[in-house]
């Protein structure tokens, strides 16, 4: 099962206590040279609750165990 999956059966708004969300998984560059080259290779969920809208951001890295996204960096360095 998929970790979105997995966030959206268990999903308890802290704000208004809303059970229904919406998950995004959003890609960042660092700084440095990751920035100047667009390397993104930071992971994020952005989980949003559809009643209030109040956003929870998670890192999948550490809810899986394992780094997410390695191999679409390398495609961001040779492709932009």
């Known amino acids: 099962m998929k970790i979105e999956d997995m966030i959206a059966e268990r999903f308890v708004c ?20 990751s920035k100047m080259f667009d390397i993104q290779h930071n992971h994020f969920l952005f989980v949003s609750c559809m009643d209030c809208g109040y956003v929870e951001v998670f890192n999948p890295d550490i809810l899986e165990g394992k780094k997410r996204g390695q191999l679409g960096s390398i495609f961001d360095v040779f492709f932009g």
């Open 14 to 33: 802290t704000k208004c206590k809303g059970t229904e969300c919406k998950t995004k998984e959003v890609s960042m560059s660092g700084a440095g040279l």
